[in-house]
């Protein structure tokens, strides 16, 4: 395989990383739970320096990404809950479009949330990436049909699970024109995810969503 030099890296603008850990443990499901953790810790490692590498980053283009949080904005144990108190950085700063797709199963709300650090981004690639599992069991998605609103007694009042990260993220990036969220009309996975207000707010800052078509339910 071809070697990039430092200085190739160093100029990149445009990186994109395929097929990490998460389809690799998939291909090797007899690996004991220790063995997929030293995974984690090389994959964590390799993916620090790649990025630390890229000193003109504009571009992140991350298919089936891990530990999210942890390599884009530093979270460890420990750090403060609020994404705007977590260190601001190069990539937090510069990053332009940022694409993580089909990393559902690695993308909590709370990582949504953490976006919020970055200040420049212009277009947020998440198909697939919205788990809906979060929101099994939300009032909203239980509440009756035919009960009126006071008799829900304010259930509705907590937000979808991915709702407050969402807004959180296009306040801080003031720039941000695009969204992508192809896939999240499958398997309802709108009704799980997100509130409707939120897409009503976003349209109003010009903030093209996609969503796709519903191909599965």
């Not at 709300?109 to 069991?137: C, K, V």
């Not at 035919?146 to 407050?164: A, C, I, Q, R, V």
């Not at 969402?166 to 695009?178: D, F, I, R, V, W």
Request: glycine residues 8%; negative net charge; proline residues 5%.
């Amino acid at each position: 395989h071809p070697v990039i030099t430092p200085a190739e890296l160093a100029a990149c603008r445009d990186l994109m990383v395929h097929g990490g850990l998460t389809m690799a443990s998939l291909g090797r499901g007899g690996d004991s739970a220790a063995a997929l953790k030293d995974d984690l810790k090389c994959y964590r490692r390799g993916m620090a320096a790649l990025l630390e590498a890229c000193t003109s980053l504009e571009e992140l283009h991350w298919h089936d990404a891990a530990a999210i949080s942890e390599l884009l904005t530093g979270r460890v144990d420990g750090s403060p809950d609020d994404a705007s108190e977590l260190p601001e950085t190069r990539l937090t700063k510069t990053l332009k479009v940022l694409s993580i797709p089909y990393c559902c199963r690695s993308f909590a709300p709370e990582d949504l949330e953490d976006l919020a650090r970055f200040s420049a981004l212009e277009r947020l690639d998440l198909r697939d990436s919205l788990e809906i599992e979060y929101g099994i069991g939300h009032p909203k998605v239980l509440r009756d049909p035919w009960l009126s609103d006071s008799d829900e007694d304010g259930k509705d009042d907590e937000p979808m699970p991915y709702t407050t990260g969402m807004l959180a993220m296009a306040n801080a990036n003031k720039k941000l024109k695009e969204i992508d969220l192809d896939g999240i009309l499958d398997f309802d996975g709108l009704k799980y995810t997100l509130d409707d207000s939120v897409l009503q707010v976003l349209a109003a800052r010009g903030v093209k969503v996609n969503l796709g078509r519903k191909t599965a339910w």
